[in-house]
């Protein structure tokens, strides 16, 4: 068994879609889902349904327990019966979301329950976000995978979807600077349509095009309007914004 990069413990899990055992559930999805090259064959482990462990020290195969009953080997310093979660890593300061139903990377107090998101958010977030009913479960719009039991850290952007930090950081280095979900504006982008303003302005359009209009779609506040046509683009008088498509 290869060693795990995931969890730090003291015992491994016994799969009980594939009665083998594995360090941990990313250790066995990996295994069995994506280097699985017959499609009919890939599965995921579900950590709650695990009901065994094969201690590291002696070998001893149990049920859930912290403890391993034969060599009293600690499997982990944080350990969750509900979850079936052992990690040794105490500088995570996991803790269990009774409403989330798992456990999460803490500490408890950096974090509250949104019950209209139906997940933990940043304190930081508890003014300040839009609620979106159920919106982490659901997968990542950009790489397509889980958001409620991610182990990456995920954002909200602000239009009230959530994606993976690392998502993000993606997008925005290859120019993408709105939602994928709903197409609007991922933050606030007036000073860069000033910008604009004064490029349009010393931008002249050809005799032929001068007076064309056409109707635009704004996606930030989903208004339509109609507007002068400019190849560099179209302004949506509503609300400023240049996120616009032509309707």
Known sequence: MEPCTHYARGCDLLSLCCEEFFACRYCHDRVKYEEEKDLTKRHKMVRADVNTVRCRECMHIQGIAQYCEVCGNCLGNYFCG??????????????????????????RENFFHCDTCEAC??????????????????????????????????????CGHFIHNSCLRDMMEHHRYTCPICCKSIADFSDFYQELDQEVASTPMPPEYENVWCTILCNDCLKKNEVKFHIIGMKCPNCGSYNTARS
């Open 121 to 158: 958010l940043s304190i930081a977030l508890r003014d300040s976000h839009v609620c979106i009913p159920g919106v982490l479960k659901s997968n990542c719009a950009v790489c397509q995978e889980d958001m409620f039991t991610s182990r990456e850290s995920v954002i909200p952007i602000r």
């Open 82 to 107: 509900i979850c079936h979660l052992f990690d040794h890593d105490m500088s995570k300061q996991i803790y269990h979301c009774d409403k989330c139903g798992i456990c999460r990377v803490g500490p």
